[in-house]
């Protein structure tokens, strides 16, 4: 039988799942809306960069919501502010059934964009707070890979067997129980830390963790850092100003910007290897690519992959390392994309074997790229940043990453005109290349480390003198 603390944690990692796959729900919904708006929507006349705005115009507006989200989640806590930005996504689900113009269908994507960037970077960090150190990448990568292939896939298929307004209509689903759900959790352990409210803190950390050696010496390393955190600038009081003064104090160190350039260099290496472009443009490609509108078959064939490579991270996290992991299967995908890119460019597309080598070929990548580098990079976005100005570090990051997440969707389809789609694979591959070798030098392993002890090799370069403490915190409790 279940304990209390399993119960607990297991309904908060089935609600974020249920937010991930509506977060990847949006996109897989969207690619058959694009498809169907480039020219076979009757209702609706849209040019070819109306399209291309609705299909990226989310990317841009996200950044207000890492804004909101900071602001919320400051004030209302981590689950109440899933729930407050989960309920206009299910008005824009609405909103899309009966828009019957651009204006209508546009401002669906504004408010998806801001509510999906909340969701998004906020289920990340509560995972990254709910979850034990060691099981963390593991569960981060659950929802932050799996979810959202999930999500993307059934959104793409149903897209192919339904009109893309009724999908609309199905997006309800999960979107509402992943409104609903968060009501039912406890709150973070580690937001009521840096809020001061240290009783509740260890209140629910134990209703969490339970009160074993270990917990109580993690329990008892985060309430002292939060303090120190609080004595050195603040007292006890909380106010904007203080985040303020934080961040300028923060922005002053060397640490920071070390922090906030391997997180910038993590985004870009998300972007160029190709997931968000094709989740968004899936349908559009794939038709492209083989050269007919009949595509259910290579989308099962490809999605198929994409969620295999979201299952197989699961397995390669528990068995690896980050650094080895990222590093390995980082380059084997990265060359797959560089013979991808040949093979379109080289093979003639009226070859009795183009189209199944294509298609193969971006399979293997997906299955690849996402058992390894996904794998690592988004639970370590959500590892990284220091737990009290967290949310802050995240929105001053992602203003830069959204324009390039923008652009990324939005010039995708000149680009595949223009270049075509194998000078798109050949070019992302090489900015993949470049990112490979900056994390080579700078990304540290923190696979099975807290945050708090993240937080200090940022600050010193090493886990060594952090780690003494706590064996000795641990020492004093046996």
């Known amino acids: 039988m279940l304990r209390s603390e399993s119960l607990r944690q297991l309904l908060?990692?089935?609600?974020?799942?249920?937010?991930s796959i509506s977060d990847g729900f949006i996109f897989g919904q969207m690619s058959g809306m694009v498809d169907d708006l480039r020219g076979k929507e009757s209702q609706i006349t849209l040019n070819d960069a109306d399209v291309s705005l609705i299909a990226s115009i989310i990317n841009a507006t996200c950044i207000m919501g890492f804004g909101v989200v900071a602001l919320l989640s400051e004030k209302f806590g981590r689950r109440q502010t899933i729930s407050i930005l989960s309920i206009p996504v299910l008005?824009?689900?609405?909103?899309?059934?009966?828009?019957?113009?651009?204006?209508?269908?546009?401002?669906?994507?504004?408010?998806?964009?801001?509510?999906?960037?909340?969701?998004?970077?906020?289920?990340?960090?509560?995972?990254?707070?709910?979850?034990?150190?060691?099981?963390?990448?593991?569960?981060?990568?659950?929802?932050?890979?799996i979810g959202p292939s999930v999500g993307t896939v059934l959104g793409h298929v149903l897209c192919l067997l339904l009109h893309w307004r009724t999908v609309a209509l199905i997006g309800l689903i999960p979107t509402g129980l992943s409104a609903i759900l968060p009501l039912f959790w406890v709150e973070s352990p580690s937001w009521l830390a840096s809020?001061?409210?240290?009783?509740?803190?260890?209140?629910?950390?134990?209703?969490?963790?339970?009160?074993?050696?270990?917990?109580?010496?993690?329990?008892?390393?985060l309430i002292e850092t939060e303090k120190a955190k609080r004595n050195e600038i603040t007292g006890n009081k909380r106010s904007f100003a203080i985040i303020v003064e934080k961040m300028r104090t923060a922005m002053t160190k060397k640490y920071f910007w070390k922090?906030?350039?391997?997180?910038?260099?993590?985004?870009?290496?998300?972007?160029?290897?190709?997931?968000l472009?094709?989740?968004?443009?899936?349908?559009?490609?794939?038709?492209e690519l083989t050269g007919t509108s009949n595509i259910l078959v290579y989308t099962f064939y490809v999605d198929g992959f994409f969620i295999l490579g979201s299952i197989f991270s699961l397995f390669s996290l528990s068995a690896?390392?980050?650094?080895?992991?990222?590093?390995?299967?980082?380059?084997?995908?990265?060359?797959t994309l560089l013979v991808l890119s040949a093979c379109v460019h080289f093979i003639p597309s009226d070859s009795t074997y183009y189209v199944w080598t294509v298609i193969s070929l971006l399979a293997f990548y997906f299955i690849t790229v996402l058992t390894g580098p996904y794998a690592v990079l988004e639970p370590y976005l959500a590892e990284i940043f220091p737990l009290d100005i967290k949310l802050y570090c995240i929105l001053l990051s992602s203003f830069l990453i959204s324009i390039a997440s923008f652009l990324a969707v939005f010039l995708a389809p000149l680009m595949f005109a223009t270049i075509g789609y194998d000078g798109v694979f050949l070019l992302n591959a090489l900015i993949v290349f470049l990112c490979l070798g900056y994390l080579w030098f700078?990304?540290?392993?923190?696979k099975g480390r807290t945050l708090q002890e993240i937080e200090y090799y940022f600050k010193n370069n090493n886990f060594n003198d952090l780690q003494?403490?706590?064996?000795?915190?641990?020492?004093g409790l046996l």
């Not at 906030?260 to 190709?274: C, D, E, K, S």
């Not at 700078?442 to 923190?446: A, D, L, R, V, Y």
């Open 12 to 19: 908060i990692i089935s609600s974020l799942i249920l937010c």
């Open 91 to 145: 008005v824009s689900y609405i909103m899309v059934y009966l828009g019957q113009d651009m204006a209508t269908i546009v401002t669906s994507r504004v408010i998806v964009g801001v509510c999906y960037g909340g969701v998004l970077i906020l289920t990340y960090i509560a995972m990254a707070e709910y979850m034990n150190p060691n099981k963390r990448a593991f569960y981060i990568n659950l929802i932050s890979a």
């Open 195 to 221: 809020q001061g409210r240290f009783e509740e803190c260890k209140k629910v950390y134990r209703e969490l963790f339970g009160k074993s050696n270990a917990s109580e010496a993690q329990l008892e390393l």
């Open 259 to 275: 922090i906030m350039v391997l997180g910038a260099v993590i985004n870009i290496y998300r972007i160029a290897a190709g997931k």
């Open 277 to 287: 472009m094709f989740s968004t443009l899936a349908i559009t490609m794939l038709q």
């Open 320 to 335: 690896m390392k980050m650094r080895p992991l990222i590093f390995s299967l980082g380059f084997l995908a990265n060359f």
């Open 442 to 446: 700078f990304m540290p392993e923190t």
């Open 468 to 475: 003494e403490t706590n064996n000795e915190q641990v020492t």
